[in-house]
């Protein structure tokens, strides 16, 4: 059996998905750790320390870098080279790819009225943005 060393943590079990499989589309074997804990209850991400995304210990260094790159979002000019049909999330305005996303007050609101009542919680969506190129402002 090998060593295996937790190389990024996620409170999604999506999100770590989808660094496995960039892990293992660059020949990296890779294991999630916790994750159908999470999906059973999500409440339960932050007190197992998240979603674990594993690689033999040896592989360490390696799979650090890629998945640096991959949460940098260096792998999209490869893949708008392989898809140039998608386009990247960016500003409607002005097409800047820096954005900021925020969570609406309103969903913050019921996030605290659906603890407080039913004791559960649920991921948040952030449907508010703001480009830092030009200011423009959207919801989705």
């Given at each position: ?136 402002r959207w919801h989705l």
């Open positions: 059996m090998p060593t295996l060393v937790t190389i990024e943590v996620f409170t999604n079990p999506v999100e770590a998905h989808l660094a496995k499989g960039r892990l293992e589309a660059e020949g990296i074997p890779a294991w999630i750790a916790h994750e159908h804990h999470i999906w059973a209850n999500w409440s339960l991400s932050q007190a197992l320390g998240g979603v674990k995304v594993q690689v033999q210990a040896e592989q360490e260094a390696q799979g650090r870098t890629i998945l640096q790159q991959h949460l940098a979002g260096e792998y999209e000019v490869s893949l708008q080279q392989e898809f140039p049909d998608t386009e990247p999330e960016g500003c409607p305005h002005c097409g800047a790819k820096a954005i900021q996303h925020s969570i609406p007050p309103a969903m913050l609101l019921l996030l605290i009225l659906t603890l407080g009542v039913v004791g559960v919680i649920f991921p948040l969506r952030k449907a508010r943005h703001r480009c830092h190129g030009c200011g423009h």
